[in-house]
């Protein structure tokens, strides 16, 4: 777990060198989700639970109660990233094949590397957001996001102009925003 934690923080301090070792030591779809999507997602789901304890109101309310609660909360977020995650790095591959693009191969490692690695970027800042009330700032943060997915292009398609980098980062940007919010919406609204 630390492994991942040092690549987070890696990715957002020097970005371009993280992704030339993520490149090395994860070549294949395979190796992202066993070294660092499955394990990252389990410590959000876990994070998710200890928030579910901090934000619950305890007052007149019972246990079953919180395990109610815990339980659609821990659905909806588990749900809306994995499905957002597979969502965005789906539609990503497509986009991909589109004419603006050409030139640039459909992958879907390229793609799952350029969706996963980020996110979990994007997951910290929200996870310590939902923690403390006080970090509402924080999601400014977000922005830096587009920065690490241009040098994780810049890394993955070496041979891309930088314009189309420019509109495919904030493109994967909005994919990774979009997609599990879409997820949890319509989840929140069928649990209603």
């Known amino acids: 777990m630390k492994s991942i934690f040092i690549r987070i923080l890696n990715l957002v301090r020097t970005p371009q060198e993280e992704w030339n070792a993520i490149v090395t030591d994860s070549p294949d779809v395979d190796s992202v989700r066993r070294s660092f999507f499955f394990p990252f997602l389990k410590f959000v789901t876990g994070a998710i639970l200890f928030i579910c304890i901090l934000k619950f109101t305890w007052t007149g309310s019972s246990f079953p109660q919180f395990?109610?609660?815990?339980?659609?909360?821990?659905f909806v977020v588990f749900s809306s990233l994995?499905?957002?995650?597979?969502?965005?790095?789906?539609?990503?591959?497509?986009?991909l094949a589109i004419r603006y693009f050409s030139g640039v191969e459909k992958n879907f490692y390229k793609c799952?590397?350029?969706?996963?690695?980020?996110?979990?970027?994007?997951?910290?800042?929200?996870?310590?957001?939902?923690?403390?009330?006080?970090?509402?700032?924080?999601e400014i943060l977000d922005l830096y996001v587009a920065y690490v997915i241009w040098c994780g292009l810049?890394?993955?398609?070496?041979?891309?102009?930088?314009?189309?980098?420019?509109?495919?980062s904030i493109v994967i940007l909005v994919l990774l925003f979009v997609c599990p919010?879409?997820?949890e919406k319509l989840l929140i609204h069928l649990m209603n």
Do not use: H
């Open 112 to 138: 799952f590397s350029l969706v996963v690695y980020p996110s979990s970027i994007l997951w910290i800042i929200t996870l310590l957001r939902m923690m403390i009330d006080a970090l509402f700032f924080i």
């Open 67 to 74: 395990l109610g609660y815990s339980a659609i909360q821990f």
């Open 154 to 168: 810049t890394t993955l398609y070496p041979k891309l102009e930088d314009n189309k980098k420019g509109v495919l």
């Open 82 to 95: 994995f499905a957002g995650v597979y969502g965005s790095v789906l539609i990503l591959n497509q986009l």
């Open 181 to 183: 919010t879409l997820v």
